[in-house]
């Protein structure tokens, strides 16, 4: 299993924590799942999210794997192994923080930390059945994280229960005031999103056990949101990591999609701005409606190791994450079981910026409900 690239053990006693390797922790190498920067020397500091894990007390047991210079969805890395997906060994555990995501669904960390770009935190969360948080953009620290320079990438918890996750950001995030559950007549927005109707029909049995007021909110500027999303990490990307293309270093879907994104332009990241500023409007006044907004995490299941070759078997998985790293809102992903019990799937929260708590708290309540349920694997 390549979950860990390092398990060295920093703490000790609290709970067990895991942090994605492209988070610096002192003395030790941030090589972000590449052999590229296998040579680079060891991290002199902590990151801030690191240093404020070791004041609560708790214990850092390794390093996790990731996507190679988390550009990439599926998880899977040629040179450090791809992550086992505990709950379906044959899918793909997600990218790009594959290893935290694993690490959590498998038991071995009670908390890991990832990093979410384009959905990087609550793709493999849904894939591996775990919860995963992208925080308000800027509300978590990223001093020490690669890329240093970014205008989409937050830190980001991983748990499998909203108990550890919310004591995982009340660490990094010292401000979060935790909310008590949200009422169960709850205002809350189902986005109307193209997605497998079994995973519609799934997430919306789960949302009528708990019993929070439902309406219908459609977005006309989403999927232009997602394009807008792709070129800014595309541009900002090849402005972090261009430097490493042609020296036969780096895996070949990576190589290939950094030089993809030395297309992107001025021209581009300047219409992707002015989307960036209309899709953020949109969903801030959709936001005075309700509490939060509902949509699948991903529109799909977790394509099968087998076919994840196939660009058209992947390029979809972020399709209802990353827009709300264009935007900067939180967004929560809870696993949610199918009928037949075989793997759960993940129900994405969004909430009004600095919302985070809010956010927690409806998963929180979400969590209760679904425990509440009796399990039926003779449901069709």
């Known amino acids: 299993m390549s979950t860990f690239v390092n398990n060295t053990v920093v703490g000790k006693g609290g709970l067990r924590v895991a942090i994605k390797d492209s988070i610096d922790i002192a003395g030790q190498q941030t090589r972000a799942g590449s052999r590229a920067l296998d040579d680079v020397p060891p991290a002199t500091k902590h990151a801030d999210v690191v240093e404020l894990i070791l004041a609560a007390g708790w214990q850092i047991i390794g390093k996790t794997n990731m996507h190679e210079l988390a550009f990439g969805v599926t998880g899977i890395n040629a040179w450090t192994g791809t992550p086992i997906n505990p709950q379906a060994p044959l899918r793909v555990p997600g990218g790009s923080s594959s290893g935290s ?26 894939c591996c059945g775990v919860f995963g948080l992208k925080p308000t953009f800027g509300r978590v620290s990223r001093s020490g994280v690669y890329p240093a320079l970014t205008s989409l990438d937050c830190v980001g918890p991983f748990a499998a229960n909203m108990t550890n996750l919310v004591a995982a950001m009340q660490v990094i995030c010292p401000d979060l005031e935790p909310e008590q559950l949200p009422a169960s007549d709850a205002r809350v927005g189902w986005l109307n999103v193209e997605c497998d109707p079994l995973i519609k029909a799934t997430l919306q049995q789960a949302l009528d056990s708990v019993g929070w007021q439902r309406s219908v909110i459609t977005l006309d500027s989403f999927v232009d949101a997602f394009s807008a999303g792709l070129a800014v990490i595309n541009y900002e990307t090849w402005a972090a990591f261009g430097y490493l293309t042609g020296q036969g270093l780096i895996g070949a879907d990576v190589e290939a999609r950094l030089l993809n994104a030395s297309k992107t332009n001025a021209a581009d990241l300047a219409h992707a701005e002015q989307v960036r500023t209309q899709f953020t409007q949109a969903i801030d006044a ?16 977790p394509p099968l190791l087998s076919e994840a070759a196939n660009n058209s078997s992947v390029a979809s998985m972020t399709a209802l994450a990353r827009p709300f790293n264009l935007s900067g809102h939180p967004a929560l992903s809870v696993p949610v079981k199918l009928a037949d019990g075989s793997l759960s799937v993940g129900l994405q929260i969004v909430g009004r910026k600095g919302d985070d708590a809010r956010v927690c708290a409806f998963g929180a309540h979400l969590e209760h409900a679904l425990n509440a349920q009796p399990t039926n694997k003779n449901l069709v």
């Open 286 to 301: 959709a936001l005075e409606t309700v509490d939060v907004l509902l949509l699948p995490t991903m529109p799909c299941l």
């Open 101 to 126: 995501a694993a690490v959590v669904a498998a038991g071995l960390a009670d908390v890991a930390l990832g990093t979410d770009t384009g959905g990087s935190v609550r793709v493999p969360a849904a």
